[in-house]
């Protein structure tokens, strides 16, 4: 079966510009977060999904951060005016319920200039 | 809030036993995880304890002690394959008690 997918893998932006990046999870798994890796650091979780249940949002670090899931399928995080500090890797991952192993995606490097 | 501790570069030579160590603090605790990463890769879980004691899963072998706030990672027979980031990380009461907060990760290179 098919693992978390992410899209793009790499994205290059010029500052102020807006990004979307998106997240494929397992299928059939309630719980989707967002993570960001700044080079040779840990994760910094961002936004967590629980089926229909309201998001946690409490890792988002400013409101130019938002994040959208549908359902218990696709989720996009949007960057708004992006600037050079959100430079990083970011990382999806999926699981079943929400209390056991999380699977990560491949990540969306994304550069912004 | 919470913090997670765990040494920054570790080496050791193929064959050989190493162990990471892990420490925390948590408001609440449900667990303790850890995930390797190789890099440029996404990080693959491990293990988990949620409960005192060890977890063995082949090579790798995980322990936690609650009352110490402790836990660590265990690498027997290393491999030049292992050479990786490894990161530990607590499920808690904050938040939603859903979250994982990680530890800044632990480098290991494993030398010829």
């Known amino acids: 079966g098919a693992g978390v997918s992410q899209s793009p893998s790499n994205k290059v932006t010029e500052k102020g510009k807006d990004v979307e990046l998106r997240c494929d999870p397992i299928?059939?798994?309630?719980?989707l977060y967002w993570y960001r890796q700044r080079l040779g650091q840990g994760l910094e979780f961002l936004i967590y999904f629980q089926g229909n249940s309201a998001p946690d949002k409490s890792g988002l670090p400013s409101d130019r951060f938002s994040a959208e899931r549908t359902g218990e399928s696709v989720s996009t995080l949007t960057i708004q005016r992006t600037q050079q500090e959100d430079s990083a890797v970011y990382l999806c991952?999926?699981?079943?319920?929400?209390?056991?192993?999380?699977?990560f995606g491949p990540g969306t490097r994304l550069t912004v200039l | 809030g919470q913090s997670l501790e765990q040494p920054s570069e570790v080496t050791a030579v193929e064959g050989a036993i190493v162990q990471i160590n892990c420490t925390y603090q948590?408001?609440?605790?449900?667990?303790l995880s850890w995930y390797q990463q190789h890099d440029g890769g996404a990080p693959t879980f491990l293990s988990y304890n949620a409960l005192d004691g060890l977890e063995e899963t082949g090579r790798f072998s995980s322990f936690l002690s609650r009352s110490d706030s402790y836990g660590y990672l265990l690498l027997q027979e290393l491999q030049m394959k292992d050479s990786a980031s490894y990161f530990c990380?607590?499920?808690?009461?904050?938040?939603?008690?859903?979250?994982?907060?990680f530890g800044s990760g632990t480098q290991l290179t494993v030398l010829p």
């Open positions: 948590t408001s609440g605790f449900y667990g």
């Open positions: 299928s059939g798994h309630t719980a």
């Open positions: 990380a607590v499920r808690d009461a904050s938040g939603s008690a859903r979250q994982l907060t």
């Open positions: 991952a999926s699981s079943p319920q929400g209390t056991g192993p999380q699977y």
